[in-house]
């Protein structure tokens, strides 16, 4: 089956900073990665998604990147904001395995 | 979107007893469901996959007669604690898959219910 593994596990950054997220997969097969945030006390909820066919796609301050030859992709949020705070979680293909987790804080 | 409920939303019960946690699709049917154990800043570890109409698929490690799961129909799957113990102390949350893109997009999304606290004394 697919395995997921996630980096950093913990993440500070100062507000307007950058932040990335890298996660690496197992299986060549896997076409779907999706992120999730979730605040804290809160359920997990999608906030982007890529497909095998596309290296990157961007919504306004968060991007993803796929490097599929390296079996990576990673999550970019830039200007980050306080609101950002919170623990970040990648899943491949078949979704039901997630990564390790990122917990990130943005220091105001 | 769709939606997934959970119930309770916390529950405070004594060492010994069992509690059965609720985990349903309301706007959509969901022939699967995955149940999950998190403890604070950590990731989902999934215990387990709900099926309907059949016996659920644990995951390495996961006592199945201790967290027994019935998917009775398309909307409901449900989590028993038997026998709960301190370290059964956790948040469990469920999440079903939802076909959320267009035409040939088989690509389904997990939504997620909004978790049950569980704290045993």
């Known amino acids: 089956g697919e395995n997921v593994e996630q980096h950093p596990s913990t993440l500070s950054v100062q507000e307007g900073d950058s932040a990335v997220i890298k996660c690496t997969y197992s299986?060549?097969?896997?076409?779907?990665f999706p992120w999730y945030k979730q605040e804290l006390g809160k359920r997990p909820q999608l906030i982007i998604d890529?497909?095998?066919?596309?290296g990157e796609k961007k919504d306004q301050r968060i991007a993803v990147t796929l490097n599929k030859t390296a079996k990576h992709f990673s999550l970019h949020i830039t200007e980050t904001q306080p609101e950002d705070s919170a623990v970040y979680f990648c899943?491949?293909?078949?979704?039901?395995?997630f990564g390790t987790g990122t917990s990130l804080t943005v220091i105001p | 979107g769709a939606v997934v409920s959970q119930h309770p939303s916390r529950v405070i019960c004594k060492s010994g007893t069992s509690v059965k946690i609720e985990c349903r699709s309301l706007?959509?049917?969901?022939?699967?469901m995955f149940w999950y154990r998190q403890f604070p800043k950590q990731s989902l570890m999934l215990m387990a996959t709900?099926?309907?109409?059949?016996?659920?698929?644990?995951e390495q490690g996961v006592e199945k007669d201790k967290f027994l799961i019935n998917h009775a129909s398309l909307t409901l799957s449900t989590l028993t604690v038997t026998s709960a113990h301190p370290e059964d102390s956790s948040f469990y949350i469920c999440?079903?898959?939802?076909?959320?893109?267009?035409?040939?997009?088989?690509?389904?999304?997990?939504?997620f219910g909004p978790g049950t606290r569980l704290l045993v004394l």
């Open positions: 899943a491949a293909s078949n979704q039901f395995y």
């Open positions: 890529i497909r095998s066919n596309v």
């Open positions: 709900s099926n309907e109409g059949s016996k659920a698929t644990y």
């Open positions: 299986d060549s097969a896997s076409n779907y």
């Open positions: 706007d959509f049917q969901a022939t699967t």
């Open positions: 999440s079903a898959p939802h076909r959320a893109g267009q035409g040939g997009d088989l690509t389904k999304t997990q939504y």
